[in-house]
T-cell receptor
Framework: AQTVTQSQPEMSVQEAETVTLSCTYDTSESDYYLFWYKQPPSRQMILVIRQEAYKQQNATENRFSVNFQKAAKSFSLKISDSQLGDAAMYFCAIGGGADGLTFGKGTHLIIQP | AAGVIQSPRHLIKEKRETATLKCYPIPRHDTVYWYQQGPGQDPQFLISFYEKMQSDKGSIPDRFSAQQFSDYHSELNMSSLELGDSALYFC??????????????FGSGTRLTVV
């Protein structure tokens, strides 16, 4: 079984600052993928960033980057230059193949203007 | 670009009734997943289909069933509905069981309310 732990139920950051959301996971699989999804009040699940476990290089997507520490089973998300539109629930997830994704409980990100 | 289409967007049913949710994956995607997200909860994986065959089963109640048709669309059938089934139901699709570069794409969800 795979598990995902997000230890921060809520985070708050000033607009234009940087914030890091934590995620740890556990899996017995050797081949897997890690994801960060954003869920705004509309409840749409939006893919923020994706990391393949066999790739050592950390994934980046514009203002979003990850710190992937495979040995420590850690996958944190860094959001630079935070914007009001970044306010949402952020879910960390692990998956591979057709098994479906296992999600963490989520971190509610608040952006202070 | 085409996205994952779910219908209906909203559905209200009474206890013990039956509901059918539909999902149309992104064209050429061969894998479909269903998730249930209760209020204030994280999404829970229910079931997946790869090339029209059931691939994996998660926490799907016996009262629920699903299938994927020849055109790759999928339907989630829910019978003997209970108040606790009220949730947002997501469908997601992927190519090659999620191993293609663009991973999983979620639909906008169907909000089911059981009264």
């Amino acid at each position: 079984a795979q598990t995902v732990t997000q230890s921060q139920p809520e985070m708050s950051v000033q607009e234009a600052e940087t914030v890091t959301l934590s995620c740890t996971y556990d899996t017995s699989e050797s081949d897997y993928y890690l994801f960060w999804y954003k869920q705004p009040p509309s409840r749409q699940m939006i893919l923020v960033i994706r990391q393949e476990a066999y790739k050592q290089q950390n994934a980046t997507e514009n203002r979003f980057s990850v710190n992937f520490q495979k040995a420590a089973k850690s996958f944190s998300l860094k959001i630079s230059d935070s914007q009001l539109g970044d306010a949402a629930m952020y879910f960390c997830a692990i998956g591979g193949g057709a098994d479906g994704l296992t999600f963490g409980k989520g971190t509610h990100l608040i952006i202070q203007p | 670009a085409a996205g994952v289409i779910q219908s209906p967007r909203h559905l209200i049913k009474e206890k013990r009734e039956t509901a059918t949710l539909k999902c149309y994956p992104i064209p050429r995607h061969d894998t479909v997943y269903w998730y249930q997200q209760g209020p204030g909860q994280d999404p829970q994986f229910l079931i997946s289909f790869y090339e029209k065959m059931q691939s994996d089963k998660g926490s799907i109640p016996d009262r629920f069933s699903a299938q994927q048709f020849s055109d790759y669309h999928s339907e989630l059938n829910m019978s003997s509905l209970e108040l606790g089934d009220s949730a947002l139901y997501f469908c997601a699709s992927s190519l090659e069981r999620g191993r293609a570069n663009y991973g999983y794409t979620f639909g906008s969800g169907t909000r089911l309310t059981v009264v």
